[in-house]
């Protein structure tokens, strides 16, 4: 059968700017357009050239190889002509290859908002169209409010479609502007355009907005309908609730069979491999936690931490996979925690190179052992070095490189001659190391970093082996409420080869809590490496 052909519109860079704590810089831009493109996104809207500085200079040159370089704008205002209206003079001395313009399609906002008659906005729609198609560049129209305009007024609205269509519009836009309409109104009322307007699908794009939590529902409701382009961002970024997710949508439409019988797109399955990191990459440039329970994407889209789940997953993935992992570049994660049975022990443990069959009676002991100090406040799913660290040492493999005999941390405020406040937080470490004491002082910003460099001042033998490691985050988290409150601790640690892990400590108290987690580091670092001078 033959695929018929979808087109992905990425409109990141002009819809996400609108997300509030969004704004991008020109090189961003150019970061985040090469990335689309290379991808295999077939239109890139760049943002709104004259509407700022960093969009008029970002359209000074075209920015895409492959993907049509589009430039956002609006529809002339009424009472100039296209060739004198301020606004589309930007978009039109851009250098896109097409221009996407906004125009009103519900009757009210043409009243109230434009406040011009609706024959006016209609002429506008004709004359936008017209001279963007004369400038050379490819013509599109977004129909703002198309789906509220089409139940207030919908002879209007489809007035509205049809002008930009019959103007020469390559593209006519439905949208959801404010994000209110239900799949099955999307998909009714993009049947009915289809059917009764005449307008083809191969010309109808879908833009829909998150605020039902239904973007992505909408957008491929509209598809189901036939309209043959969707816009949508990069992990769902856009005004208020966000715009459709392209991140959802591209992988259901290349790996579930209902569409991928049916379409192409300009997606390789070897691109969507790149998906997982593409999703990364964006938030780490917008400085943000990836959310990990992201559809495809997210850390935990292909974790278990159940061990009914896991027991079957390890037999078959299927059982408990919609789609492979590796499909869309992401990783399967069978967890160790109180959730937990054989099936995510072993599997965590032979990870870890630790191999224990399942009838070892040990196997028993140490998750009734996880099980019981997750119920006093730890959590291993997330501490992999701690929990290494606890299995080995049940399976007594763990050799006591040092023991720590005392620890003392002070922390001072004090008040200058002038009252200026000076902090000072001084940390004592007493270890012993084959039967030699060793005395470590050191100064810090704070307890916790005064401890820790005392801790790793002076391992005596083992000192070569810590040199290059760093404590790089530290969180804190109060288990309950009031002073008696329990401290959970997890503290990551990268070492000079760029390897992470992850230790934790429980306590009531917060000191005591970080000195578990930090010895754990430490003692986890200092294992691996002899191991590996060993097996070397
Ligand atoms: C649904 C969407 O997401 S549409 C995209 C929305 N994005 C943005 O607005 C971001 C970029 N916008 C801007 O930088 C500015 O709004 C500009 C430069 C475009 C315009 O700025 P200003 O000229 O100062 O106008 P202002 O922002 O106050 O108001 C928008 C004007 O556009 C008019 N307008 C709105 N939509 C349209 C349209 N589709 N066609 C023609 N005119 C329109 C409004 O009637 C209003 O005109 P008025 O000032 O005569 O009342
Ligand atoms: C055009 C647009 O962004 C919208 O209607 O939501």
Redesign the pocket.
Known sequence: MTKERLYLFDTTL??GQ?TPGIDFSTEEKQQIAQWLDEFGIDYVEGG?P???PTDTAFFAKRQTNRARFTA?G????AGISASNDP?LAGTLASKADAAC????SWDYHVRV???CSLEE?LA?IRESVEAVAASGREAMI?C?HFFDGYKANKDYALACAKAAYEAGARWVIL?D?NGGTQPIDVRAIVEHVIGEVGIPGDHLGIHAHDDTGQAVANSLAAVNAGVRQIQGTLNGVG?RCGNANLVSIIPTLLLKESFAERFETGVSPEKLKGLARLSRMFDDLLNRMPDPQAPYVGASAFATKAGIHASALLKEPETYEHVAPESVGNARRVMVSDQGGKSNFIDGLSRRGIAVRKDDPRLDTLIALVKEREAQGYAYEDADASFEMLARRHLGTVPTFFNVTSYRCVVERRINAVGQKIDMSEAVVKVEIDGEEKMSVAEGKGPVNALDIALRKDLGKYQGLIDDIELVDYKVRILNGGTEAITRVMIETRDGQGRHWTTIGVSDNVIDASFEAMMDSIVYCLFERLEAQKAA
């Open positions: 002009r819809d609108q709104y004259g509407a700022n956002f609006m529809t002339k205002r606004g313009l906004v125009a009103k908002a434009l406040g906005n506008n977004d703002e949208c502007t005004e």
